[in-house]
């Protein structure tokens, strides 16, 4: 299995939870965002994770999704419902409640986006974020 191209049947996908989703479009996001600052030119390991940390936060991640909403199809937005309606156990202190949420619906859409190897979506959706915040 090449892990970085899952193969996985949609029957499959729609097996995970919506936290289980998010739990993958976490790691996700993350990993998108810190190959762009790579790419920008930052190198200092402290800097990274200063720059990395603003951006893959539930506060971030609730910004980002209010401006990608207008651009995601149907199902996109139904995923992305759904996992910000799952239910959580706890919430960080850095956190509203409703940034959270969002956060949480934001990283199951990019999980189940991953899962389907909708790579180019992904692109297309991480362009939109990276382009607000600069």
């Not at 759904?82 to 509203?96: F, L």
């Not at 969002?102 to 909708?118: C, M, P, R, S």
């Amino acid at each position: 299995m090449d892990y970085f191209k899952p193969d996985m049947t949609q029957a499959q996908i729609n097996q995970i939870s919506m936290l289980g989703l998010a739990h993958i479009g976490d790691g996700v996001y993350e990993l998108m965002t810190r190959a762009a600052l790579c790419e920008e030119g930052h190198t200092a390991v402290a800097e990274l994770h200063q720059l990395a940390t603003r951006r893959v936060n539930a506060p971030a991640q609730a910004a980002a999704v209010e401006k990608l909403l207008p651009a995601l199809t149907e199902e996109e937005v139904a995923i992305y419902r759904r996992g910000r309606n799952a239910h959580v156990n706890s919430v960080p202190r850095a956190a509203n409640i409703g940034q959270y949420h969002a956060a949480t619906g934001l990283e199951a859409l990019f999980g189940w986006l991953y899962l389907q190897g909708k790579c180019e979506r992904l692109n297309e959706l991480f362009r939109l974020i990276q382009s607000q915040d600069k």
